[in-house]
């Protein structure tokens, strides 16, 4: 460290040099930086869903969750298997191993299950869905005079717009009623037709439905078959064949029931601007920038309402950049707060020249930490935030053990260069050791376990960061500062308080 040391005090234009480097290099990569209320956490789970409606609890553990149990327990990356089952519905949620590939195993349960021949006839083909943490970015909300079917199919329309725009992961339609496909068979045409109900609803649960044909094997994997019979609307549904003879003659659903495009009997009605609204939720899944994402949505809402038809209009709301900036804007202010309150404490007992210095090394610090931390992973988010707000007290601490060695020898009548050398030189030892062990400290802190344990490592990166720019600061950028320091009189030397 001597060699370095040296050499920056003897060449002041350097040490300015790489301060002004670090300030500009830190602030230009503020832009560079995601920014978010919180880390995006890693789930690492899996969930297998089924549905098998008019089952009680033990009939769905029984035919569902154990058959699907039994048939994924062996793969690879599979830490841990737990099962629900609730009235008509279970749920397996797979805990992936740590390192291994989620979206490779989620292929192979995905093979594993719909390769499964023992499921009830009644229940509804599972979904394989790998679990992921969502940032809600606010809500896109549609409203005015149109039916509620008119209503629907737009918002369909516009999130399949939405979710195209850059930043966008997700987009949800919410306050809509689900469409329902509505049969209605009176008793005249199954007389007519000398057909029974249960016929009929036979007919269409095995005509409406996808089915497995089996796999092919190849090497690069397995290769499934599906047979496409699932009927999607009304006229899936009537083109049905209810009975055929043998001359070919056909009976279809139509011919016996009145079939209708419909939506759930539920109970939602939602009015925004006393109009007809619908509302579209829009996600991230990835580390999201939440300022760039809602402008992205702004403008992509400004510009697609003035091709709505007459009397629709969109609007933008729940904003939540507003609350990101203002929860940002006030920690800043406490942080300029607390470094003002440090500034004034170091003119209280150090000399005035000295202790800007210090402060001004709490700026350079920052600004180094600013300048790395997009390649470390992290973004500005209320964790790395308060993890600068933790350090404002500790990377002073180098600064101020340095600029007072080098104030005191420079007092005892070396001159500045030298008694800079030798005031730094006299502490280098406590003031690294110093610094390693808070690192030690906070070093755990990169291998917490648990979904959140990844995204808490924005406070051990801005620590171990900001001390490291820190010890640059304090051994290699301050004493060039104060070895070129004009000597004052003695009654001058001290703070205002000594």
Known sequence: MNGPISWFIKNPIAANLLMVLLIIGGYSS????????????????????????????????????????????????????????REGLGVVLVEVENDYPTQKLTNDINTRVDAIRSFPADAERPTVTEITYRHQMGRVQIFGDLSEREMKE??????????????????????????????????????????????????????????????????????????????????DFEAIIVRSDLSGQELLLSDVAVVRDTFEDVDIDIEFNDQRSLGLNVFVTTSPDVILTTNT??????????????????????????????????????????????IIVLMLFLRPALAFWVSVGIVVAYMGTLFLL??????????????????????????????????????RGLSGVHGALVGTRQVV?????????????????????????????????????????????????????????????DVADAGWLT
């Not at 890693?42 to 699907?68: C, D, K, T």
């Not at 390649?375 to 790395?384: A, F, H, K, P, V």
Request: hydrophobic letters at 45%; charged letters at 20%.
């Open 297 to 342: 949505v702004k403008a992509w809402v400004k510009e697609r309402a003035l091709s709505l038809p007459d009397g629709v209009s969109l609007e933008f709301w729940q904003d939540p950049s507003k609350a990101f900036k203002e929860r940002v804007r006030t920690l800043v202010s406490n942080g300029l707060g607390g470094l003002i309150l440090v």
């Open 154 to 235: 737009l918002g369909e329309t516009l999130r399949d717009e939405l979710v195209r725009q850059p930043w966008v992961s997700i987009v949800e339609l919410q306050t809509a009623r689900p469409y329902e496909v509505s049969i209605e068979v009176s008793e005249d045409s199954l007389q007519r037709y000398q057909l029974t109900f249960d016929q009929v609803a036979d007919a269409v649960r095995t005509a409406s439905i996808n089915l497995p044909a089996g796999s092919v094997q190849r090497d690069s994997g397995d290769l499934l078959i599906q047979t496409r019979g699932q009927a999607y609307d009304r006229a």
């Open 429 to 489: 030892k406590p003031v690294v050791f110093a610094v390693i062990s808070t690192m030690v400290f906070f070093a755990p802190m990169f291998f917490l376990p648990g979904e959140w344990g990844p995204a808490s490592k924005g406070i051990p990166v801005v620590v171990c960061l900001a001390l490291a720019f820190s010890l640059v600061e304090s051994l290699l950028i301050l004493p060039s500062h104060l070895a070129h320091m004009k000597p004052e009189p």
């Open 30 to 85: 503020i832009p560079k930086l995601d920014k978010q209320f919180f880390p995006t956490p890693e789930i690492n789970q899996i969930e297998v869903r089924m549905e098998f409606r008019g089952a009680s609890p033990r009939e769905v553990e029984e035919q569902i969750s154990v058959r699907i149990e039994e048939a994924i327990h062996d793969l690879n990356g599979i830490e841990e298997l737990r099962s629900t089952a």
């Open 374 to 411: 997009p390649y470390t992973g992290q973004g500005l988010n209320m964790i790395s935030l308060f993890a600068f707000l933790l350090t404002l007290g500790i990377v002073v601490d180098d600064a101020i053990i340095v600029g007072e060695s080098v104030h005191s020898a420079q007092s």
